[in-house]
T-cell receptor
Framework: GDSVTQMEGPVTLSEEAFLTINCTYT??????LFWYVQYPGEGLQLLLK?????DKGSNKGFEATYRKETTSFHLEKGSVQVSDSAVYFC??????????FGTGTRLQVFP | DGGITQSPKYLFRKEGQNVTLSCEQN?????MYWYRQDPGQGLRLIYY???????QKGDIAEGYSVSREKKESFPLTVTSAQKNPTAFYLC????????????FGQGTRLTVV
C-alpha cells in the first residue's frame, strides 16, 4: 500500500545551518506530496506542496522538489532559525483517498 | 474566516466513561479525518469520512466511534472500550476536488484520570 518514510529525529542544528529532512514515498499512482509543520501543542499547518513530478514547493525559505525517479520529496532550508524548531511531517494525498503521513521529524535549532 | 474548530482543547475523563470530541469546519469540505498522536509519535488514522452519512475505519478504529450527519461536523466518541485513550487528538478536513491539502484543528488533549 501507499506509505511515507521520513528520517528519524531529532535533528539538532545551530542557527543559520543548512537543513535537510529526507522523505521517500511508495504509491501506486501519482500522488500529491506535502510537508506540514507542527509547533508544540498545536495542530498541523501546511508548509508547502507539489502536485506533479519535478514541481518545487516553497514557503518561508523551505523548499522541496517532487522527484519521481527517486520517489523522494526532501525538505531543505538554507539557513534555519530558532523559530523553525518544530515537528515536520511529510505526507501524500492520492486522489480522494485518505491522507498518509510519515512519522514526523523533530527539528531543534539552538542559538 | 474559514477554518476547522476542535473543542474542548483539554478534556479529562474518568476510566469507564465515554467522551465525545467535537470537530466543526466551515470550509465546505467533503472529507474529514480523525487522527491520534501520542508523545513523540506520528499521526495514526482513526476514522475518516468522504461524504455525509458515510465513514470508514482507519488503522486504529477499535474503541472509537464517529458520526457524519452534517457536512460541517464529524464528532469522535472515545468509548470505555478504548484501553489507552490518553493522547492528543487531531481533526482535519480536505476538499475532494483534486489534490487538496488538509486543514487541521488545534487538537484536543484527552487525559484519563
Amino acid at each position: 500500500g501507499d506509505s511515507v518514510t521520513q528520517m528519524e529525529g531529532p535533528v539538532t542544528l545551530s542557527e543559520e545551518a543548512f537543513l535537510t529532512i529526507n522523505c521517500t514515498y511508495t504509491a501506486t499512482g501519482y500522488p500529491s506530496l506535502f510537508w506540514y509543520v507542527q509547533y508544540p501543542g498545536e495542530g498541523l499547518q501546511l508548509l508547502l506542496k507539489a502536485t506533479k513530478a519535478d514541481d518545487k514547493g516553497s514557503n518561508k525559505g523551505f523548499e522541496a522538489t517532487y522527484r519521481k525517479e527517486t520517489t523522494s520529496f526532501h525538505l531543505e532550508k538554507g539557513s534555519v532559525q530558532v523559530s523553525d524548531s518544530a515537528v515536520y511531517f511529510c505526507a501524500l494525498h492520492y486522489n480522494t483517498d485518505k491522507l498518509i503521513f510519515g512519522t514526523g521529524t523533530r527539528l531543534q535549532v539552538f542559538p | 474566516d474559514g477554518g476547522i474548530t476542535q473543542s474542548p482543547k483539554y478534556l479529562f475523563r474518568k476510566e469507564g466513561q465515554n467522551v465525545t470530541l467535537s470537530c466543526e469546519q466551515n470550509l465546505n469540505h467533503d472529507a474529514m479525518y480523525w487522527y491520534r498522536q501520542d508523545p513523540g509519535q506520528g499521526l495514526r488514522l482513526i476514522y475518516y469520512s468522504q461524504i455525509v452519512n458515510d465513514f470508514q475505519k482507519g488503522d486504529i478504529a477499535e474503541g472509537y466511534s464517529v458520526s457524519r450527519e452534517k457536512k460541517e461536523s464529524f464528532p469522535l466518541t472515545v468509548t470505555s472500550a478504548q484501553k489507552n485513550p490518553t493522547a492528543f487528538y487531531l481533526c482535519a478536513s480536505s476538499s475532494r476536488q483534486g489534490p487538496a491539502e488538509a486543514f487541521f484543528g488545534q487538537g484536543t488533549r484527552l487525559t484519563v484520570v
